[in-house]
């Protein structure tokens, strides 16, 4: 068994302006196959207890082997998910491209 980080997506049904969400989470499986099947099924019952729509997109990230064999524990500092991007873009216009407009945020007390 070894550590998976997923990242899911989903469009809110019930705000106004429907906005798009992205989540990481976290499972233990025995595989990139089992890790994304896992995350399949937590992204649904997300979305069924949020009134979300799930959109078509998985993708998963197995965590460091050293992680995985129990040599060290997960913690501040420990890298969950990772993606390059071949783009032939400046830095600013790569970074123009997540930068969707404000984002719906929360505090909490």
Known sequence: MAWYSARTF????TWEDRPFEERVVLFRASSLDEAIELAERESAEYAREGDHEVLDMVQAYRI?????????????GTEVFSKLHALDLPANAFLDRYDSGPAHTQTSE
């Open 10 to 13: 989903y469009r809110w049904l």
């Open 64 to 76: 460091s082997d050293m992680i995985s064999d129990g040599d060290e524990e997960m913690g501040a």
